[in-house]
């Protein structure tokens, strides 16, 4: 009783101790780590005294796995006993963190520890796929844009080390494009580009790459084999029309003379061939030779005599076994004649293969040696390759040649050489034998990238978005792999401090030129830059373009009245004698637009007129003109709205209103200026009141008046203006009417004065330039002018 008291206790104790210390140590360590490195110091990181491990019996408890990690007594110093491997630990995918849990374990007093060390994943696993080889049948009639599935690769690593893409070996006749399931996985399926010809290559071995995103990046293949499947469309066909054939006399029955080698490129059924004589081939020969329906080989079938019977003439037929069965036909000429049986041999003793496309003239490729067991001319061998490869074979010894380089190679030109060895001795008739080698070359930087055009025009509408894409400027280059990646970029040059990398942007992956900000086409109208396409070899090759933005205008641009001024909001007041002759000028309008040519041409026309026939308005030049004389039903104030339209899409305007009020004088004083005494115009009105009311004043009395009036006016006085002329003076308004004009066809100059005086003066409202000549009706010689805005004041002499 008393020591089940006392274990009771001890587990109550030891519960309460490990209550305590259940907090957790974290580590975190790479997968793959060498056996005994030192993950982390225990003794240090749990506060513990080295000197009492030993005592304390520390030990190391890993949970639910087997002994990776062990503790060093000696030092407390936790350590890798056996190389860690996440993913053989770690084998789900559904969590990107893995641990390894683990107790320490004191006695003397008790105390446990639990540690936790997070494995890190290291790109430790290439891309797999399911399949190394992968099979593929397509019918030679399939349609492009046909798509085929292909299997997936798996790769244990996860996050960024997982599969990322694939490549797919260069291929005229497929490619792939990349998919992303739900769950992230990347797959590839299979696109045909191109029609397949069975004839032209039946199989199609292809090379699909998986590559994942670590780094460095890891990858893994697969073969895809794509059988082309045949249809029934192609005819046998011997090697040639006519065949001569000699054979030595004595031959053995079952010698073979000619193996009869019609090609059919169709497959299965509609490729197999059986061969027949024809009509046209005698018993005789027939007698003499078998030909075998299934092969196409003739041999000796009866005795050959040189004196009997030298040459045997025969027609053979190759019929295919297609449903609609064609056939073809070729003539063979026997002659008999002595023996030579003995092939010549070839022998590669050495093949250099790949080699550089800029290879060194005269360097060695391949060693050949040939041989003939026959003797005499039979013996003799001659050895040589097709005339159109830039080879040459050279004899370096008795029957050894090498075979080197003779002319320039060009990887871009000719990717490979299929390099045929044959050999033929000098019997009669002559032997051969042929041997085919393939040369591969390497590519090396040796072809700049190459723009379309030199120059290119890009033209942006102003006011673009910035961001906006302008044009893709890409470039060629017929080099492989890093010879072959391009890189984009602007080359510096400022405008007015301004670089062209503030203005635009190109993407140096494809080439893609963007705008940075919004062009204004009344403030900038062109830029002229270089791009430089650089490629990835060693050394770089680059070559550039330069590239002409043209900013193209918008309507942007409202046209401005500048004639006849006046403030903002405000109606702009003109006096004008009732008197006036019909077509006289009136006002002018003149409006500015900003725009480029084709927007800013401007037109005019009334928006709003009191009487449509009294005024005439000049669409192109803004004039505005009397129609006819005013009439005294004619009201004496006149409103005029003009609009100024420009050409663009959809057109702007401006409007202008003018108050056009008819007087009776020339000129008039307004408030707040000293009055200047003018001449009336009052002669129409002022006759008639003299006919009605003084019918008798005699016609003389009249002339003197006349005479007297027009002496006063050509002799004003130097310091004060003269006096009214109450009778209105028909040379006087003449005059008036005269000035008035001048200064409206110059309507630009009118609107910089103020068409009033103040004590003498008459005060410019706006900027007149120095030097120039104005005329001012009814301003007497020695007014002064006195100029209001912020130029220099300048007076009229």
């Known amino acids: 009783m008393e020591s089940r008291k006392r274990y009771v206790l001890l587990v109550v104790l030891f519960s309460f101790v490990r209550d305590i210390l259940t907090s957790v140590t974290h580590y975190s360590i790479p997968e793959e780590m060498k056996e005994g490195s030192v993950v982390a110091n225990l003794a240090t990181d749990l506060s513990l005294n080295v000197k009492t491990l030993n005592q304390r019996k520390m030990r190391l408890d890993i949970i639910a ?6 503790v060093n007594k000696e030092t407390g110093e936790l350590y ?8 053989y630990i770690c084998n789900t995918k559904s969590s990107a963190s893995c641990y390894l849990k683990l107790e320490v374990i004191l006695d003397n007093p008790v105390r446990i520890f639990n540690i936790e060390v997070e494995i890190l994943d290291m790109n430790d696993n290439a891309p797999q796929f399911r399949r190394d080889v992968i099979h593929l049948d397509i ?61 032209h290559q039946a199989v199609h071995n292809l090379i699909l790459t998986a590559v994942d995103g670590g780094i460095p990046a890891r990858s893994g293949t697969a073969s895809v084999i794509v059988r082309v499947l045949d249809t029934n469309d192609n005819t046998p066909v011997f090697d040639k029309n006519m065949y001569s054939v000699k054979i030595m006399e004595n031959s053995p029955i079952g010698s073979l003379v000619i193996n ?44 050959l005599n040189y004196e009997d019977f030298r040459i045997y003439d025969m027609e053979v037929i190759a019929t295919d076994h297609g449903a609609n069965s064609l056939s073809g036909q070729c003539t063979i000429k026997i002659v008999v004649e002595d023996m030579n049986d003995n092939h010549p041999e070839i022998s590669i003793k050495s093949f250099q293969s790949p080699v550089n496309e800029n290879i060194e003239l005269d360097t060695v490729i391949a060693v050949v040696s040939v041989s003939d067991k026959d003797s005499g001319d039979n013996g003799v061998v001659d050895l040589h390759i ?13 029957n050894y040649y090498e075979l080197v380089v003779s002319e320039l190679l060009d990887r871009e030109k000719v990717p490979e050489y299929d390099i045929t060895f044959t050999v033929t001795d000098r019997g009669s008739p002559p032997l051969s034998d042929n041997e085919t080698m393939t040369l591969e070359l390497l590519d090396v930087n040796d072809n700049v990238p190459q723009f379309p055009q030199s120059f290119s025009t890009i033209r942006v509408m102003e006011n673009n978005a910035p961001g906006a894409l302008l044009s893709s400027l890409t470039a060629f280059d017929p080099d492989l792999h890093e010879n072959q990646y391009l890189v984009y970029f602007i080359l510096e040059k400022e405008i007015a401090n301004t670089s062209m990398s503030m203005l635009f942007s190109i993407n140096p992956e494809n080439g893609n030129l963007y705008a940075l900000k919004t062009f204004d086409y009344e403030i900038e ?26 900013i193209v205008d918008q309507n942007d641009n409202a046209p401005v009245i500048v004639s006849p001024w006046r403030a903002h909001g405000s109606v702009v007041e003109e006096k004008i004698p009732r008197s006036t002759d019909k077509g006289s000028l009136v006002a002018k309008v003149i409006a500015l637009d900003t725009d480029s040519v084709h927007n800013s ?18 669409q192109y030049n803004g004039e505005i003109r009397t129609m006819r004389m005013f009439s005294y039903r004619d009201p004496r104030h006149q409103r005029l709205i003009v609009v100024a339209k420009d050409n663009g899409e959809p057109a702007l305007s401006a409007t202008v209103t003018i108050k056009l009020s008819t007087v009776e004088t020339a000129v008039k004083a307004y408030a707040d200026m000293t009055e200047v005494p003018l001449e009336y115009d009052i002669f129409s009105d002022l006759n008639l009141y ?80 120095k030097g120039s000549r104005y005329i001012v009706s009814s301003i007497p010689r020695g007014t002064g002018v006195t100029d209001t805005s912020d130029s220099a004041a300048s007076t009229l002499q």
């Open 65 to 70: 796995n087997k002994k990776y990690l062990d």
């Open 525 to 550: 109208k062109e830029f002229l830059f270089h791009i430089e396409a650089r490629d990835s070899g060693s050394p770089p090759l680059s070559s550039n373009v330069t590239v002409h933005i043209i």
């Open 690 to 769: 003299l006919v009605i009311g003084l019918g008798s004043v005699s016609f003389l009395l009249l002339i003197t008046i006349l005479v007297t009036i027009v002496l006063k006016c050509q002799k004003p006085k130097p310091s004060k203006a003269a006096p009214p002329c109450r009778n209105s003076v028909i040379s006087e308004r003449n005059s008036t009417i005269a000035d008035s004009t001048l200064v409206s066809n110059d309507a630009y100059w009118y609107s910089l004065f103020l068409a009033e005086t103040r004590k003498g003066k008459l005060v410019v409202r706006q900027p007149v330039p």
């Open 260 to 303: 009869l080698n019609a090609k059919d490129l169709d497959e299965g059924s509609n490729s197999e061939i059986i061969y027949s004589y024809s009509l046209y081939t005698s018993e005789k020969t027939q007698e003499t030779f078998n030909l075998n329906p299934s092969t196409g080989e003739i041999t000796v079938k009866g005795m």
């Open 601 to 618: 041409r401007i037109t005019y026309q009334f928006l709003q007129v009191t009487d449509a026939t009294l005024f005439s308005l000049d």
């Open 139 to 199: 019918s030679e009639a399939t349609p492009k844009g046909e798509r085929l599935s292909l299997s997936n690769a798996v790769d244990p690593d996860v996050g960024s080390n997982s599969v990322k893409t694939y490549h797919l070996s260069e291929s005229e006749h497929f490619n792939i494009e990349v998919q992303t399931g739900r769950d992230g996985s990347k797959f590839a399926d299979l696109i045909l580009t191109k029609s397949l010809d069975r004839e």
């Open 80 to 87: 890798v006993v056996e190389k860690i491997d996440r993913e």
């Open 386 to 398: 097709p005339d159109n490869m830039p080879f040459k074979l050279r004899e370096s010894s008795d």
